[in-house]
C-alpha cells in the first residue's frame, strides 16, 4: 500500500511518498480502508520533534513510528480480536496511528460510526479539533454564558465557535480580517479582529477565554477574564514554537492558580467514542457543520502541512486517500 513516511525530524521536505507494508488489525483494532484523513499540529509537532520533550514519545534521535496522520474516515476492512462493535463494511470516523495512508488500524474505544449525510472528508476533519473543542469548553471551560474563543477560525476554532452556540453561550470570537465574516456566518454574536482591535481594550469581560493558538503573555488573558473567570489553554504556536513559552505559561498557570480568583487550565483532549457519538448527533442534527479550506491529494501530503503550519488555515484541511 501507498503511505507517507518519515524516517527523521525535520521540514515537510523529509515526508516520502513510499510503498509500505499493509497494516494488520491487533485486539481491540479496526483496519481501515481509508477515504480521507485531515491535518494536525500535531502532524508537525511529531514531524519536527518539537517542542523537544515531544521526542520522549516520539523518539530522540529518529522517529520510533515513521508514519503520521491521527484524524481518519474510511471504511472497516478487517477487526482484531476482541472487536464486537464494528464489522467489515461499516463506514467509520477516529483516530488512528499512520492515517496518511491508504490503510490504518485505530483502538475500537477511537473510532465510531461515521455521521450519516456528509463526506468521508468532512467525516475525517472532525475527530481532534471536534473533540478538543468540545472537551475545552465543557469539561476544562464548564462553560458560561460569555464565551470568547481566541483564534475563533482555525481548525478548532471553527468547531469551538458552532459547540459553544449549541451550549446557549455568547460567543466572542477573535480573528485577523480575513476571517471576520467566516466567524460571524459561524454564529459568533460578536468577531473582534485582532489587527484592529488592541487586545483587552473595549471593556470586555469575559466568563471563559479559550486561548487556541498560544501567543500571548497569561497577563493578557487575565485582563479580560472576569474575576472567577476560567482561561483554557490550547494553542501550541507555530511551527517553530521552541516550547519555552508553552512551558513558561504552564508554570506561570501552576504558580498563580493558588493566589488568584481566576482558573488557569491547560487542555490535553483525549479522543473516545462516546464524544465521536456527540459530535456525530450534532453534525446529523444539523447543530455543527464542518468548515473546510483545502484539499489535498495524498502524494501532496507534504504540501498540504506545510499550508496548515503557516498558522493562516481557515478550518480543516483535508488528504484525499480513496
Known amino acids: 500500500m501507498h503511505a507517507i513516511v518519515y524516517h527523521r525530524y525535520g521540514t515537510p521536505d523529509v515526508l516520502e511518498f513510499a510503498d509500505v507494508e499493509r497494516p494488520a488489525p491487533g485486539a481491540g483494532e479496526v483496519l481501515i480502508r481509508v477515504r480521507a484523513a485531515s491535518v494536525n499540529p500535531y502532524d508537525w509537532h511529531f514531524l519536527r520533534g518539537t517542542p523537544r520533550l515531544v521526542r520522549l514519545l516520539t523518539g530522540i534521535g529518529r522517529p520510533k513510528l515513521p508514519r503520521l496522520g491521527a484524524d481518519v474516515s474510511g471504511i472497516v476492512e478487517a477487526v482484531g480480536e476482541g472487536t464486537t462493535h464494528f464489522r467489515p463494511g461499516d463506514a467509520v470516523f477516529g483516530v488512528c496511528k499512520g492515517a496518511f495512508a491508504e490503510f490504518a488500524c485505530g483502538r475500537e474505544s477511537q473510532v465510531a460510526l461515521k455521521p450519516n449525510g456528509i463526506s468521508f472528508e468532512q467525516a475525517a476533519s472532525l475527530p481532534i479539533a471536534g ?31 458552532q459547540i459553544a452556540l449549541v451550549m446557549g453561550a455568547w460567543v466572542t470570537g477573535v480573528c485577523s480580517t480575513r476571517n471576520v465574516q467566516m466567524v460571524g456566518e459561524l454564529g459568533a454574536h460578536r468577531v473582534l479582529d485582532y489587527t484592529r482591535h488592541e487586545f483587552g481594550r473595549g471593556g470586555y469581560r469575559y466568563d471563559v477565554v479559550f486561548d487556541l ?19 483554557v489553554a490550547c494553542g501550541g504556536g507555530g511551527p517553530d514554537n521552541c516550547g519555552l513559552h508553552l512551558l513558561a505559561q504552564m508554570v506561570g498557570r501552576m504558580l498563580l ?18 464524544d465521536l457519538l456527540t459530535l456525530a448527533a450534532m453534525v446529523e442534527e444539523g447543530k455543527i457543520s464542518p468548515v473546510l ?28 486517500v480513496a
Not at 145 to 156: F, K, L, P, T
Not at 213 to 227: E, H, I, S, T, Y
Not at 293 to 308: G, K, Q
Open 257 to 274: 492558580n493558588p493566589w488568584v480568583p481566576q482558573k488557569l487550565t491547560g487542555l490535553h483532549a483525549k479522543v473516545h467514542t462516546s
Open 213 to 231: 493558538v498560544g501567543n500571548r503573555p497569561l497577563a493578557d488573558f487575565r485582563q479580560v477574564l472576569k474575576r472567577h473567570g476560567i482561561y
Open 293 to 320: 479550506d483545502r484539499r489535498y491529494p495524498l502524494p501532496s501530503t507534504a504540501e498540504a502541512i506545510r499550508y496548515v503550519e503557516q498558522c493562516h488555515a481557515r478550518g480543516k484541511v483535508t488528504i484525499a
Open 131 to 161: 473533540i478538543t473543542a468540545l472537551q475545552g469548553l465543557r469539561d476544562c471551560g464548564c462553560l458560561r454564558e460569555d464565551q470568547s474563543i481566541y483564534g475563533a477560525s482555525g481548525g478548532v476554532g471553527t468547531f469551538a465557535v
